[in-house]
Nanobody, 123 residues
């Protein structure tokens, strides 16, 4: 059974850091593109970052560039999103998703989703 489980969210002050984890079970995550998406209250879910399957390479939404880093630990079958210099506008529920193809920014392209983890950036 394919499953994605996010963790690592929480409350952090502006300028702080969090590392989100997306643990995959039921499939080998290295063979899938893994995307991170977020949904703020009252807004649509949007892509934040995606790591390509197999070979190295990642994509970032403009507001995440220079602050967020996506990475894999194949031994743990886990994908991480390191988030630094967090801002109040980063507050959202963060989801990871997997597809057995190239990275995509379209939600419907991802058949597998986690349940989400809340990130709140506030003083």
């Amino acid at each position: 059974q394919v499953q994605l489980v996010e963790s690592g969210g929480g409350l952090v002050q502006p300028g702080g850091s969090l590392r989100l984890s997306c643990a995959a079970t039921g499939f080998t995550a290295d063979g899938y593109a893994i995307g991170w998406f977020r949904q703020a209250p009252g807004k649509e879910r949007k892509g934040v970052s995606c790591i390509r399957r197999g070979v190295s390479g990642a994509y970032y939404e403009d507001s995440a560039k220079g602050r967020f880093t996506i990475s894999r630990d194949n031994a743990k079958n886990t994908v991480y999103l390191q988030m630094n210099s967090l801002k109040p506008e980063d507050t959202a529920v963060y989801y990871c998703a997997a597809r057995n193809y190239y990275c995509s920014g379209r939600l419907n392209d991802y058949p597998y989703w986690g349940q989400g983890t809340q990130v709140t950036v506030s003083s």
